[in-house]
């Protein structure tokens, strides 16, 4: 008989990770170096921005030593002093409007505010809408613990995945139990973008008059680079409503997904009481709220990042971007967040996920390279996939494309 118990059987038996991510990690240990490994693994389809690791590592590192009560208990929703330095920046940089440090719980990372805000917000098995092409994870966040039944709202290329309310309608009519919640990423992973005011106008009047949470991820609020300027949940018209939240942290528009902090603005009571009944068994470490407490409360320095980190990732994106077009692969281009979806339809060897699925395992064994399959975006029809360009260097990124364009056959004649 086994150990485990049932529910520990099952993680073990069908674990919640993608199996693209279990690859890369198992590749790691033989990355790619220009030097030592000229034929190493690049990995390309993990969301992390290392642009500017080394100067972001540099000023969390002047904020140390850190006092001694970072060793002790805290308010288990975040140090009052953290939220109150995030609260001010959130202010600034997502919400352009005052935010109120009490309506803000911090947690280790934006995955453990999405399952414990979901906890709380839907029972088992109840519905949630997801628009796709969406982040793979919420699969993960959603399912595992919390039981629910995620519901994908399909967007097609032939519309450039737009997303549209009928479509929404549709997926809310058909869903097997009661949709509780639509989880909205904004901007948008893996597709970049940045959705406009209106149709967030739109979708929240939607939400509301179907009684609905909207939750937005707007883990990419900062990392826009393109012309559109990114419109935070909580600035729609009347506001931030009790059924709306915010999910933010500092994974994604600072880089640092290792330190494990996310953030929930809710304006909405009952919800921060029971998700700060659930936040003792996922809090964020003392240590890391004080250093980035530090850093926030410098304002200008904090400011400058944002500034910097935006300039770098535009031009990884135009790096990256003049390198798929030297290769005549054919791709989306992104206007926020560190990635573009590729079109390979033209080289699957049959229109179907079995034959995406061939394609990206031929891209790892030959090309050495490892992208995000569109299957795991729950991309509604195969032969997308999703290159993340700002995680490795771009001289990386350059040999990673070159590489897929060799394997694809691609490159253009002459070009
Ligand atoms: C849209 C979105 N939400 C949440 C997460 C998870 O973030 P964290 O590492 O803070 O848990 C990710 C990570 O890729 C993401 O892309």
Same mark, same amino acid.
């Given at each position: 008989?086994?150990?485990?118990?049932?529910? #520990?059987?099952?993680?073990?038996?069908?674990?919640?990770?993608?199996?693209?991510?279990?690859?890369? !990690?198992?590749?790691?240990?033989?990355?790619?170096?220009?030097?030592?490994? +000229?034929?190493?693994?690049?990995?390309?389809?993990?969301?992390?921005?290392?642009?500017?690791?080394?100067?972001?590592?540099?000023?969390?590192?002047?904020?140390?030593?850190?006092?001694?009560?970072?060793?002790?208990?805290?308010?288990?929703?975040?140090?009052?002093?953290?939220?109150?330095?995030?609260?001010?920046?959130?202010?600034?940089?997502?919400?352009? #409007?005052?935010?109120?440090?009490?309506?803000?719980?911090?947690?280790?990372?934006?995955?453990?505010?999405?399952?414990?805000?979901?906890?709380?917000?839907?029972?088992?098995?109840?519905?949630?809408?997801?628009?796709?092409?969406?982040?793979?994870?919420?699969?993960?966040?959603?399912?595992?613990?919390?039981?629910?039944?995620?519901?994908?709202?399909?967007?097609?290329?032939?519309?450039?995945?737009?997303?549209?309310?009928?479509?929404?309608?549709?997926?809310?009519?058909?869903? +097997?139990?009661?949709?509780?919640?639509?989880?909205?990423?904004?901007?948008?992973?893996?597709?970049?973008?940045?959705?406009?005011?209106?149709?967030?106008?739109?979708?929240?009047?939607?939400?509301?008059?179907?009684?609905?949470?909207?939750?937005?991820?707007?883990?990419?609020?900062?990392?826009?680079?393109?012309?559109?300027?990114?419109?935070?949940?909580?600035?729609?018209?009347?506001?931030?409503?009790?059924?709306?939240?915010?999910?933010?942290? !500092?994974?994604?528009? !600072?880089?640092?997904?290792?330190?494990?902090?996310?953030?929930?603005?809710?304006?909405?009571?009952?919800?921060?009481?029971?998700?700060?009944?659930?936040?003792?068994?996922?809090?964020?470490?003392?240590?890391?709220?004080?250093?980035?407490?530090?850093?926030?409360?410098?304002?200008?320095?904090?400011?400058?990042?944002?500034?910097?980190?935006?300039?770098?990732?535009?031009?990884?994106?135009?790096?990256?971007?003049?390198?798929?077009?030297?290769?005549?692969?054919? !791709?989306?281009?992104?206007?926020?967040?560190?990635?573009?979806?590729?079109?390979?339809?033209?080289?699957?060897?049959?229109?179907?996920?079995?034959?995406?699925?061939?394609?990206?395992?031929?891209?790892?064994?030959?090309?050495?390279?490892?992208?995000? +399959?569109?299957?795991?975006?729950?991309?509604?029809? +195969?032969?997308?996939?999703?290159?993340?360009?700002?995680?490795?260097?771009?001289?990386?990124?350059?040999?990673?494309?070159?590489?897929?364009?060799?394997?694809?056959?691609?490159?253009?004649?002459?070009?």
């Amino acid at each position: 008989m086994s150990e485990l118990s049932s529910r #520990g059987r099952r993680l073990v038996e069908s674990p919640p990770l993608a199996a693209y991510v279990a690859a890369h !990690f198992e590749q790691l240990e033989d990355a790619w170096d220009p030097q030592d490994n +000229p034929t190493g693994y690049i990995g390309l389809c993990i969301a992390e921005n290392k642009l500017l690791a080394g100067e972001f590592l540099a000023a969390l590192e002047s904020t140390l030593p850190a006092p001694a009560e970072t060793l002790a208990y805290d308010a288990v929703v975040g140090n009052l002093e953290f939220r109150r330095a995030l609260a001010d920046f959130m202010g600034r940089h997502l919400v352009q #409007g005052p935010v109120d440090a009490e309506q803000l719980i911090v947690l280790g990372g934006a995955g453990s505010v999405l399952e414990q805000l979901f906890y709380v917000i839907a029972d088992p098995r109840e519905t949630v809408l997801v628009p796709t092409p969406s982040y793979a994870g919420f699969w993960a966040d959603l399912e595992t613990r919390d039981e629910l039944h995620l519901q994908t709202v399909d967007a097609r290329s032939e519309t450039g995945f737009a997303l549209d309310l009928e479509a929404l309608e549709a997926a809310r009519l058909a869903a +097997p139990t009661p949709v509780r919640a639509l989880l909205l990423t904004s901007p948008d992973n893996p597709l970049g973008r940045v959705h406009p005011r209106e149709t967030l106008e739109q979708v929240a009047a939607w939400a509301d008059a179907h009684e609905i949470h909207l939750v937005f991820d707007e883990v990419y609020a900062l990392s826009v680079f393109g012309p559109r300027a990114f419109t935070s949940g909580a600035q729609l018209s009347g506001g931030l409503g009790p059924r709306h939240h915010v999910v933010w942290g !500092f994974s994604k528009d !600072f880089g640092a997904s290792g330190l494990r902090c996310g953030v929930l603005l809710s304006h909405n009571a009952q919800v921060r009481r029971a998700v700060g009944e659930l936040a003792y068994w996922s809090g964020c470490s003392g240590h890391t709220q004080y250093m980035l407490a530090r850093f926030l409360s410098d304002a200008a320095r904090a400011d400058a990042y944002v500034t910097r980190m935006r300039e770098s990732l535009g031009g990884a994106h135009a790096t990256v971007s003049a390198a798929l077009h030297d290769e005549g692969i054919d !791709f989306r281009p992104g206007e926020a967040g560190f990635f573009v979806v590729c079109d390979l339809r033209a080289h699957l060897s049959e229109a179907s996920w079995e034959g995406e699925r061939r394609l990206w395992a031929r891209l790892l064994a030959e090309a050495r390279v490892n992208l995000t +399959p569109g299957e795991a975006c729950r991309i509604a029809e +195969p032969g997308f996939f999703r290159l993340c360009y700002a995680s490795m260097p771009a001289a990386a990124v350059r040999e990673g494309v070159a590489r897929l364009g060799r394997a694809l056959g691609s490159k253009p004649s002459g070009g």
